[in-house]
């Protein structure tokens, strides 16, 4: 049986979406443009990506907390009510 870690592989197809800008000033803006508020800023594209990966990790345990509506990425549905295989499985 394969193990899926849902949440990783969420957020690492959400980071494939991501969008970087470099600023007048030289750092740089990430988002994610289909997880609506997900945006940070870094004084480079790697720490800006670093934050950003953050950002989306913050952004997703906050929204299972809250209830939010995720959107759907590459096939991963966070929206669906989760099944919970017996101890005695693992």
Not at 4 to 29: N, R
Not at 54 to 78: A, C, R, T
Request: proline share 6%; aromatic share 8%.
């Amino acid at each position: 049986m394969e193990v899926q870690f849902i949440l990783s592989d969420y957020v690492e197809q959400a980071m494939t979406h991501a969008v970087y800008d470099k600023l007048e000033d030289g750092t740089f803006s990430g988002r994610i443009p289909l997880c609506k508020g997900v945006i940070v800023f870094g004084p480079t594209h790697h720490e800006c990506e670093e934050e950003l990966r953050s950002m989306l990790e913050d952004w997703i345990l906050v929204g299972l907390k809250l209830g939010h509506p995720f959107p759907m990425i590459s096939g991963i549905d966070l929206n669906k009510e989760l099944s919970y295989e017996p101890v005695g499985a693992l």
